[in-house]
């Protein structure tokens, strides 16, 4: 029975491989927009990769790379470290997360051609245009009621809205004019209405008594002088939550950013040049809106690298920094306008918090020799941060410690945070190398390379102070483009380039 098996997967190989590679272009399409969709055709392509590796030719046909022990190791450690947690249960449900890494392992190992590899590549970017372009319509349209002004006697005032709030729902529906507001706030019930508020940083929920003034209008009856349409909040894309949309658009930038560089500086037709053009002002604009100070630090560095190692021009390099001092006034003023803080303010919360969290996590991780070796466990901390005093006492949001090196480090343990900055580190060597000791003649190729370089450098760099490789989607988005670079190695060793 296993012998007709092998026989009829031996059969099925080519569809096999056709049915994969369909998986990674899906991946590919998918990852900017749907963490759900994503992650069902990475488990839908490793099961395919399973059963292509009951043949022979799928077994023959695998490759090692040079990031192979590192990879292993670090989920081997993860492993460990979640057997020896407070809560093994949820440590070990965990492990899917951890096991993302196969991402790299899946594209690796299937993107059989340099062709596959370039293709995928600009799915990525192309994909990413769709939540670019809603991103930009969606603000120009606007969401609910902003308040410029109020009446003294307004009953918005009174019930603690401010000029400057924007107005998003009443009792769960949405708003999208004074009027809808005034109809809302109309309908007859013992009981305030509900009103969702944006304010800054902050989303809440106020009660508003439903006695409205007198007038004709219904602005007058709210006690409102002036009104719009709300665009303050940080752009999100499809996802949740801004800081992942943020760091999403962070490795797709620099990708665009590597392969525009390596287009021009290979020459190539206008046309591909300028696609690449508006597609990373696009992506840049959506970044910018996102209003995350670390990721857009991380792309300028990200930048930087790009241009410096790409050009190995004096004059671009010093381009950029011209481009960045022009360019740092505007992102000042409008960081400043969106989120009421400056760029480096002690007074801003988020600050205030991550130093917290910081001192905290370091204190708990040197409490114990344990801590040090293993780690506490995946996620462990949401049951047991009462008992170890964490988050200001649960003044603070329960979360994490807003740090990869930190988070890696309290809930896995220094080895595995250790074998992880190797694992980096021989990664951005790897890239190095095939930089200056390849010759990557198609200018795709280089594009795709520096465009890692640089996506690794700014996703490290943010990472000092966001956890965002517990995000699933940045790191799915970062090992599939890590999976694009093993396989132009893999192609460019066995051509022997």
Known sequence: MLHSLSEVTEQGGGRLRRLILFSLFALAFCAPHSIAATQLFWAVGLLLWAALLCTKRGRAELARTPLDYALLGFFALTIISSLFSYEPEVSIGKLRGASLFTIAYLVAQNART????????FVLIASCMINVGYTFIERAIGRGVKIYALAANSPLRAAKVQEGDTLLEVDGHKIKSAQDLESALSTPSAQPAQVKVYRYEWVGTLDVPRALLNGTSAEERLGIVRWGRGRDWRASGFYGHYATYAEVLQLIASLALGLLVAAWQGGVRQRAVLSLTVALVGLLGAL????????????????????????????????????????????????????????????????????????EGLHLLISRPRHLLVGIGMDSIKRHWREWG???????PIGHMHSTPLQLALERGIPTLVVWLILLA???????????????????????????????????????????????????????????????ERETVRDGI
Not at 318 to 325: D, F, G, H, P, S
Not at 344 to 359: A, K, L, N
């Open 390 to 396: 964490m988050f200001d006492q649960g003044r603070l």
């Open 426 to 488: 021989l990664y951005a060597r790897m890239l190095w190398r095939m930089l200056r000791e390849r010759d990557l003649s198609d200018w795709r190729d280089r594009g795709i390379v520096l465009g890692a370089l640089g996506g690794l450098v700014g996703f490290f760099a943010s990472g000092l102070v966001h956890y965002n490789l517990g995000d699933s989607e940045v790191a799915m988005v970062f090992y599939f483009i890590m999976g694009l670079t093993l396989a132009i």
């Open 114 to 121: 340099l062709s596959a590899v370039r293709k995928l590549a």
């Open 288 to 359: 910018f809106l996102t209003v995350t100070r670390a990721s857009w630090l991380a792309f300028l560095l990200s930048g930087f690298v790009i241009v410096a190692v790409g050009t190995m021009s004096r004059r671009a390099v010093l381009a950029m920094v011209v481009a960045a001092l022009l360019v740092a006034p505007f992102g000042i003023s409008f960081l400043q306008q969106k989120r009421n803080v400056g760029f480096f303010d002690r007074r801003d919360g988020s600050i205030q918090w991550r130093e917290t969290v910081y001192r």
